[in-house]
Each structure stands twice: as C-alpha cells, then as structure tokens.
C-alpha cells in the first residue's frame, strides 16, 4: 500500500475513508493468520471482526516510531488468539479439514485446498509455537521479516533463523515422513 | 556464519517468491551454489502458500463490512456531538455550507476544481470534495458521488500519463482506488440492509445496452411518487457505473501504446487497479 504512514495518520483523525482503506487492505491477511493459528473457521471469522472493531477504538494510541502499523495490528490479533486460546484451553480443536475448507466453485480446487489444508494442520501442530507463530505471520499473514520480528520482540535474525527450522520441520513432516 | 548466511538467502527468496511473484526457479538461478538446499524448503513455502490462502465466506465478508460501517458511523456521530450537538442537524448543515460559500467566494475553490494532482491546488480540490462526502447524507448519495470522483481520478491519470508523471500516476491510481472501493463498500453497506433504500433489482437488459427513456418502466412511473423516482435513479447510476466500468479502463489500455516508458509500469497498474475495482463496484450492484 503507498504511503501507509499518511493513510494511518488520516485514520487517527476518524478519516472514514483511511480506515476503510485500512480495513480492506489488512481484513483478509488477518483473517487468514487467525484461521491459521485457531483452526476454526467461524471463530476466526468472529475474531477478525473483534480485531477491526478494536482497532478503529484505539487506533489513536498507535504510535509511529518506526513501529509498522502492520505489526500494532497482527499484536491486537495475536493477543485475540492468545486469550481465546486461554478460554477454550479444555476444548478440542476443530479439524481444519471441516472447518477452513475456502468456498471456492471450483471442486477441483477446493478438492486441493482441503488436502494441503489438513496436512498443513497435522504439520503445524507438530511445530514449536514460535515456528507456528512464523509461518502464520509469513505466509497467511503476508508479514515482511521485519514486520514479524515487531509482532514477536525478536530480533530479524532470531525470526530468519525459526522461519529456516520452520519450514525445515514442516518438510519432514509434510513431504518426509 | 555459513548458517546465518543461508537464513538471509532463504529468506530473500521468500520475499520473491511471497511478496514479488517470482518462481522457484529464478530464485535457485540467483544462488546455484545453494540450489540443491533451497529448492526442497521453497517448495514447501510455495505449498504452505497455497494452502493457506483461504478466504472468508462472502456472506460473512458482508455482514462484517456492514457491521464495521456502522462503527465507523457511531463513531463519527459521537465525535460530532460536541462540536454542534446544540444545534439542530438542518444548522449543522447550513453553517458547513455559509463556511464553504464563504471559502468559495473568493473564487479559490472554483480554481480548484479544475487542478491537477501536480499543481498546487490541488489539495484544495480534494478538500473540497471531501467537504461533499460530508454533506451527503445518504449512502446511495455517497456512493454516486465516489463514482463522480472515480471518474475525476481516470480523468486525472490521463493527464498525468500524458505530461509523463509516474509518481503522480501511481498516487491518483491510489485515490481511484478507494472511491472504488468505498462505492463498492457503501453499496454492500445497503445491501446487508443498512439504510432503507434497497438498490433496484438488476436489469435484464445487457451492460451497455441504451435502454429507451420512454420506454423503460421506471420512466412510466416517474411523477408518480418519491419512491419510483428514486429507483429510476438508482436505475440510471447502475447504467452510468456499467458505463465507467467499460470504458474507463479501455481509455486508459488505449494509452499504453504512445504513453512514454517510464510512465508505463504505473500506468498499467492503474489499468489494473480500475479493472479490479469497478468489477468489485459492480459485483456489489448485483
């Protein structure tokens, strides 16, 4: 997106039009990191509203020193997934085949889709959290190394390093074992 | 050192591979020394890439859309109270107006209105303009008059083309977006039944057909009540946005051919950006 930081300045003014950008720009990355972490589909869709709803209330005490706002709002997402976690820490967690399956039109697709979503799962719950925290930044989440590095107070060099066991474990266990 | 080395290999062709669209095999040609212990990791990125990409349900899409409109809308009333909450809406409305008229007098809005993204009036035009979103009460009102400045922004973007401003291109592209974006938003607003004045049904007739005055029923019916003319209203700016949706895009294809070099990348994303948001206004209008 160009010139974020004046886009994010005319947000912290109530400029509808800015934080509708912002909403458009940032509902499906957000959606995608929550669905990622929580394997469930309809609580992620709820979450990521909370989320949006959160951060227009507070979106006055985002800061801009040097701190991307991409970063503030994956932290509000974080800790959201971080006390629904905390809440439903004694119910199972809700196949990701059932419930993260796209609705796309082409069988084909949703067919793929379906598989390379359940192995993700199965893969993903053998990661440490760190390394799940990565891949859910990076790849659904869109998050640059720098961007990731500010959602989990890490160095860039600690997120190269988990981002590199990362998909190293997930090879072994999608395509190894 | 050889490790860390390799994290910031691999993570540079994560960023090709995720963020500029690369291919794997662009990536192993710019490290062949490290081919044969990338290509397994970036397949696997490419794998949790793809299965990973899901989207929300457009119903849900929807709903949450509304449902985040409506905060904004709360939120923007609760701000305003304070400033006029004494007063009446209607006086709201005449004192921003006395303010504009006043601005408006000494001519420097009119000026305006004809500016171009690289002359220095031109934020007075985009002043101005937000200065009608504001007095715009309704939703459909809003939406008409973000299509009124979509089609400013393509008009714009021409000129820009034309006198060979790429930076200026890209940034109007920017602004061409959101008007798209925010007719598409306030039309679905409406849709999930946020005011309550539904869109007419679609037409029958196909995109870019002329439909007669006269002949058309919401023409019969005109005179006969508010609400047959506001669905004739609605009617005609399905057409004006079916319209736009052909031709603007095509205008701005057609100068790619004598358009100069270096305006070209930001010109084609504009094509883009144009292509894909009056496609998602209109997805909004069905």
Not at chain 1, 38 to 62: C, H, P, W, Y
Not at chain 1, 100 to 105: A, C, I, P, Y
Not at chain 2, 101 to 127: C, H, I, Q, R
Not at chain 2, 195 to 202: F, I, M, N
């Amino acid at each position: 997106m160009q010139n974020e930081e004046s886009l994010v300045r005319r947000a912290q003014q109530h400029d509808p039009e800015a934080l509708a950008q912002l909403y458009e720009e940032y509902f499906g990355k957000i959606y995608r990191y929550i669905a990622l972490k929580i394997g469930n589909r309809t609580e992620a869709e709820d979450m990521t509203q909370q989320v949006f709803l959160k951060a227009i209330k507070s979106i006055s005490s985002f800061k801009w020193k040097g701190v991307p706002f991409s970063a503030w709002l994956f932290r509000i997402a974080h800790n959201q997934v971080v006390d629904y976690v905390r809440k439903r820490a004694k119910h199972a967690t809700v196949p990701l085949v059932e419930s993260l399956v796209s609705t796309g039109d082409n069988p084909e697709l949703i067919a793929e889709q379906n598989l390379d979503a359940e192995r993700l799962l199965s893969a993903t719950q053998q990661l440490t959290k760190a390394q799940r925290e990565v891949i859910s930044l990076r790849f659904p989440g869109g998050l640059s190394i720098a961007e990731a590095a500010r959602v989990m107070g890490k160095s860039q060099g600690a997120v190269k390093a988990l981002q590199h066991s990362a998909i190293l474990a997930l090879r072994q266990v999608l395509f190894v074992e | 050192m050889r490790n860390k080395r390799f994290d910031d290999i691999l993570n540079e062709c994560l960023d090709r591979l995720l963020m500029k669209g690369q291919t794997v095999e662009q990536c192993l040609d710019s490290y062949p020394e490290e081919a044969d212990k990338l290509k397994p990791l970036l397949q696997v990125a490419m794998a949790t890439r793809r299965a990973s990409a899901l989207q929300p349900s457009p119903d849900f899409r929807t709903r949450a859309r509304y449902q985040f409109h409506s905060a904004l809308r709360d939120m923007e009333a609760k701000r305003s109270r304070p400033f006029f909450g004494w007063l009446p809406q209607w006086a709201t409305v005449a004192t921003t107006v006395f303010v504009c008229l006043l601005v408006a007098g000494g001519g420097t809005v009119f000026a305006a209105g004809n500016s171009m993204p690289d002359e220095p009036l031109y934020p007075m035009k985009l002043a101005t303009e937000r200065v009608r979103l504001t007095l715009t009460p309704s939703g459909i009102g809003k939406a008409e008059l973000y299509a009124e400045l979509a089609d400013r922004r393509i008009a714009e973007i021409e000129r820009m083309v034309g006198k060979n401003k790429p930076e200026q291109v890209e940034r109007t592209a920017q602004r061409l977006n959101t008007c798209l974006m925010m007719v598409a938003s306030l039309l679905s607003v409406q849709e999930a039944g946020g005011e309550e004045v539904a869109l007419a049904p679609a037409p029958r007739t196909p995109a870019l057909e002329t439909v007669p005055e006269e002949s058309a029923p919401e023409a019969r019916t005109r005179g006969e009540g508010g609400g047959s003319k506001r669905i004739a209203k609605q009617e005609e700016f399905r057409r004006k946005m079916l319209r736009s949706a052909a031709d603007h895009p095509a205008a701005l294809r057609a100068m790619l051919r004598n358009a100069p070099e270096s305006a070209k990348p930001a010109l084609l994303r504009a094509i883009a950006i144009s292509e894909a948001g009056y496609e998602k206004a209109l997805r909004a209008l069905d």
